[in-house]
T-cell receptor, first 116, second 112 residues
């Protein structure tokens, strides 16, 4: 089945130790998104790629970066994780964005990050 | 800045009851609205997508409506079942910035 896959499902890192979360998709969608969801809060968009075009949200901390080496994969890099970065990180894809019949977003299962 | 509010924040109902979840948004310049389900510790499952030109969508026991002019959407769940217990999130796609803004969710518990 076509899907959005996130690895690992659970990640534990130490304070200040860089960590990378992975997302892959078999949907061949043009747009890939990264959301952060803290406990009992709504998901918040960090950034997204439209093909190779990177779009950073204004309030995304500099500590967070992303790479999209090809259509299928997108990575979230946290350079120096702090305790406040502990959260569920959700990857999503859509065929396109904006006003279009193909703008529905499909989410992966998420990676739960713990910072010790 | 778009703000999305979901009421109630939590809801407990007996099995078999029909129920309505509410979502309101402050900026009517949206291109779509999606309802998602989230089980504890899991990702989001898309339930229904309503484009800005549509007024409602149906899938099985679920029906979602959209009134853009008043900034409201409702998710109607018919004949609720214990398996419907989850958090339901509403998210609007904003014309400006092409991003989804989420509401805080409604935590639903359906008791057998």
């Amino acid at each position: 089945d076509a899907m959005v896959i996130q690895n690992p499902r659970y990640q534990v890192t130490q304070f200040g130790k860089p960590v990378t979360l992975s997302c892959s998709q078999t949907l061949n969608h043009n747009v890939m998104y990264w959301y952060q969801q803290k406990s009992s809060q709504a998901p918040k968009l960090l950034f997204h790629y439209y093909d190779k075009d990177f779009n950073n949200e204004a309030d995304t901390p500099d500590n967070f970066q992303s790479r999209r080496p090809n259509t299928s994969f997108c990575f979230l890099d946290i350079r120096s994780p702090g305790l406040g970065d502990a959260a569920m990180y959700l990857c999503a894809t859509s065929r396109t964005k904006g006003i279009s019949r193909y703008n529905e977003q499909f989410f992966g299962p998420g990676t739960r990050l713990t910072v010790l | 800045k778009q703000e999305v509010t979901q009421i109630p924040a939590a809801l407990s109902v007996p099995e078999g009851e029909n129920l309505v979840l509410n979502c309101s948004f402050t900026d009517s310049a949206i291109y779509n609205l999606q309802w998602f389900r989230q089980d504890p510790g899991k990702g989001l499952t898309s339930l229904l997508l309503i484009q800005s030109s549509q007024r409602e969508q149906t899938s099985g026991r679920l029906n979602a409506s959209l009134d853009k002019s008043s900034g409201r959407s409702t998710l109607y769940i018919a004949a609720s079942q214990p398996g419907d217990s989850a958090t339901y999130l509403c998210a609007v796609g904003n014309n400006a910035g092409n991003m989804l803004t989420f509401g805080g969710g409604t935590r639903l518990m359906v008791k057998p």
